[in-house]
């Protein structure tokens, strides 16, 4: 799987419609279909409307369409994030947690359903994508050592990309197959939000 590093790409106000979908993950409907989300540090007029945070998040798909907002509670080594969709309602949780040199990141969407985990050593290269039963699923690696390219590994096949985006607003895009699970999706985006924190850590 191939994916650029778009700068052209335009981050509109502009907010996706939302698939009239029905399954085991409510309010995820949005990101059903999609292969690709963008996850960029901008404020949104509905932050406004939101509870106190210390970090604004916007999330577009690939199209450069609102999908949800996004606001994170802490900054240093345990965070919370929480996205909400245009109707203000929450749609996915994410929270991490950080013992001596092991990150661990929980993802859950609406109505406290866990949907799974991202697990990180500081000594490793390597993050683990676990699933809601604790497996891990995928394995996300550094493509070169000096570069912020990340490949998505599935049984050694590369599945997708997370990578640091070119543009206007410090951003980090993750791709993977569409006919992913939307669970496991909403988990990748919780690896990008871990991946991204880390990078401006560094």
Same mark, same amino acid.
């Given at each position: 799987?191939?994916?650029?590093?778009?700068?052209?790409?335009?981050?509109?106000e502009?907010?996706?419609?939302?698939?009239?979908?029905v399954?085991e993950?409510?309010g995820?409907?949005? #990101?059903?279909?999609?292969n690709q989300?963008?996850?960029?540090?901008?404020?949104?007029?509905?932050?406004?409307?939101?509870?106190?945070?210390?970090?604004?998040?916007? #999330?577009?798909n690939?199209?450069g369409?609102? #999908?949800?907002?996004g606001v994170?509670k802490?900054?240093?080594?345990?965070?919370?994030?929480?996205?909400?969709n245009?109707?203000g309602?929450?749609?996915?949780?994410?929270?991490?947690?950080?013992?001596?040199?092991?990150?661990?990141?929980?993802?859950?969407a609406?109505?406290k359903?866990?949907?799974?985990?991202?697990?990180?050593?500081?000594?490793?290269?390597?993050?683990?994508?676990?699933?809601?039963?604790g497996?891990?699923?995928?394995?996300?690696?550094?493509?070169?050592?000096h570069?912020?390219?990340?490949?998505v590994?599935?049984?050694?096949?590369?599945?997708?990309?997370?990578?640091?985006?070119?543009g206007?607003y410090?951003?980090?895009?993750?791709?993977?197959?569409?006919?992913?699970?939307?669970?496991?999706?909403?988990?990748?985006?919780g690896?990008?939000?871990?991946?991204?924190?880390?990078?401006?850590?560094?």
């Amino acid at each position: 799987m191939t994916l650029s590093r778009n700068s052209s790409l335009q981050l509109t106000e502009t907010w996706m419609s939302c698939p009239n979908n029905v399954f085991e993950f409510p309010g995820l409907a949005y #990101i059903y279909s999609l292969n690709q989300l963008i996850v960029a540090k901008k404020l949104d007029k509905l932050h406004q409307l939101i509870e106190k945070h210390d970090v604004s998040y916007t #999330i577009y798909n690939n199209l450069g369409e609102k #999908i949800f907002i996004g606001v994170q509670k802490n900054q240093a080594s345990q965070f919370q994030i929480k996205l909400y969709n245009l109707y203000g309602n929450e749609v996915v949780q994410i929270t991490k947690y950080c013992k001596c040199f092991l990150s661990k990141v929980y993802v859950w969407a609406p109505a406290k359903i866990f949907a799974g985990s991202i697990q990180h050593s500081r000594f490793s290269d390597k993050y683990e994508v676990k699933n809601c039963q604790g497996e891990v699923v995928f394995l996300i690696k550094k493509l070169y050592p000096h570069d912020t390219i990340y490949t998505v590994l599935s049984g050694g096949e590369e599945i997708g990309v997370v990578m640091k985006g070119w543009g206007l607003y410090d951003n980090y895009v993750v791709s993977f197959s569409p006919n992913l699970g939307v669970g496991m999706k909403a988990v990748m985006l919780g690896a990008c939000f871990l991946m991204m924190q880390q990078c401006c850590l560094k």
